[in-house]
């Protein structure tokens, strides 16, 4: 079978799995797990092949005219290079990892059946939009993973937060669609043609005629898909749907389809500096404050959430810098990482019964009842704060090294300018970054407090793939060498500058969160424990300082639906103050990272607002004036009908007399006209 042959069924047998997982649900529950894992895994392996075929040489190219439209045409086209082959490797691991991880943590979820088959969907879409060499197809898949997000997020919906997340996820994301679609035709035009190879020998010809516009237009979808500012703000909400699917979305699909979409079309936004500048801009705005809003987070998940959209920053930083060898590494490297956080965040979920640190805080020896996460939780937490030998060192180290590259003036696709802003914001990121993991670390694993509850071993299903994601967590970095021909032949290597740089900014960030760790959990030790109060009695709580995890977790992480599905109950935990070294580092921007810099209200008030009053005044002009000419149409022919009704007696006498009557007024009105007549 030919290697273009195997790719089509890499995106092809997870659709199909998606469809007869949506056909027999009902009718046949027992074949959903299979249809959803084993389809999912056969693509994996697919993938695997491919990228062994191809082995990073030559890109294949392969293509049939889809229709004809009598201008620029759409065809069917794989388009399958060293990034295309390598970031399938990775959406077809970590989506088999999610849905065997699924199988176990929604085993009592109703809607179980539904959701593997979106899950499948969601792969089958992602995998479209990486083979794609066509731009047109490529929005195929683009826009089928919004569907998906939108269902997924929304997956418990008799929750407002989740109804509302999945809302938002889709309007916010549209908003960066629209002008997205308009960059598309722009670029086509341009080129001639929607395939990715004609429109790169476009750029190299130098056919572009408004590379500006297009590369901004383009650019704003990116920012809605990849979760940059400033359309951002989707992301942590989306933390609404279920833990398996955030690590699906996280890792390897829909934020990963806009840093991937550049990184295939990285000419035509270096064709236009100044796009490059904004790209930089925008990378470091989103890194910074990203990581910043992560050391307020109290849920686990939003801290996760936040993490994301940083490390998706340090993708669009090296893209700014004209390197998308070290953006998809990085890609590659963090999907790993990131899919382990995520699963690794839904075992403790399950096990402490809450999403809340603050919660987590107060309880003692959580590690002991859960080792598998707790040992690859901190491998993972190491390689996102870049420690070496970790898989997250080696792919940060090659975005600050392209930085670094940039900044002195070497760079010929970009201005020395976003090289310093870049290197600049990736270095403060790397200290804030592994600030924001030790936290988490220290949060989760290390409270004092009552015992955690033990509710056994966790499933096989679960903490096994917890490992297998491990290993790449650890030693992909270390393939960097041996995997260069993938990567345009770059050889992604540590520099001594940035590894001094990168690495002793992270090591400052940690110590600094442990010892401020430190000393807020002998100041919680010393103050009182928070009377329970009404809180405890309502929960049934007895009255001595200590309520439930539930209660304790609204402080700022509400509990969703799968915190009480997954959980047998929920642990006794004392109210004393948690001990949050985050509060110390931000002082007084505590409060406002907390809410993501209130760019929630701001959009409220420059868009929601003007967007609901336009609408109420459109109401108020349709119903009361376009409807008041409406009803005034129908009025006066029913007022019309009402007088002539009254005629209408059914009386012969009557209409004899007023037909006699009417003729007397004929004779008279004839002989006056002609007298008139005759006297003139």
Known sequence: MSTPTLAVLVPLLPFLGALAGLLLGRTAPGFVKPLAVLPTLAAAVLAVLVALRQGGGKAIDTATELTPTGSVPIELSLHLDGFAVMVAVLVGLVATCVQIYSTAYLREDPRYPSYAALVSLFTSAMLLVVYSGDLMVLLVGWEIMGICSYFLVGHYWETEAARSASLK???????????????????????????????????????????????????????????QFPLHTWLPDAMAGPTPVSALIHAATMVAAGVYFVARLLPVFAASRAALVVLAVMAAVTMVGSALAALAQDDIKRVLAYSTIGQLGYMTGALAVGDRAAAVFHLLSHGAFKALLFLGAGVIIHAAGTNSLAAMSRMDGLAKRIPDAFWTMTIALLALAAFPPFAGFFSKEAVLVAAEHTAGGHSELAPSAAGWVVLVAGVLTALLTAAYATRLWLMAFRGRGAAAPDHGKEPVAMTGVLWLLAVPSVGFGLLAGPLSDFFDGRELTPSLTTSVLGTGAAAVGAVLTYALWQRAQAQAALAPAVPAGAGAATAGAPATGAVPASVVAAESAAESPEVAEVTHDHPIVSTAPAADPGRALLGPLHRHAAVGFHLDAVYDRLFVRPVRAAAALVRFLDREVVDSYVRGAGLGPRLLGTLVRRAQTGNVQSYLSALLAGAVVLAIATAVLANVNAGS
């Open 169 to 227: 996820a889709f309007l916010v994301t549209k908003l960066g669609d629209v002008p997205f679609l308009i960059g598309l035709f722009a670029l086509a035009t341009d080129a001639g043609s929607f395939r990715i190879t004609k429109i790169l020998g476009t750029v190299a010809a130098g056919g572009l005629d408004h590379p500006t516009l297009i590369a901004l237009l383009l650019l704003a979808g990116v920012a809605g898909k990849s979760a």
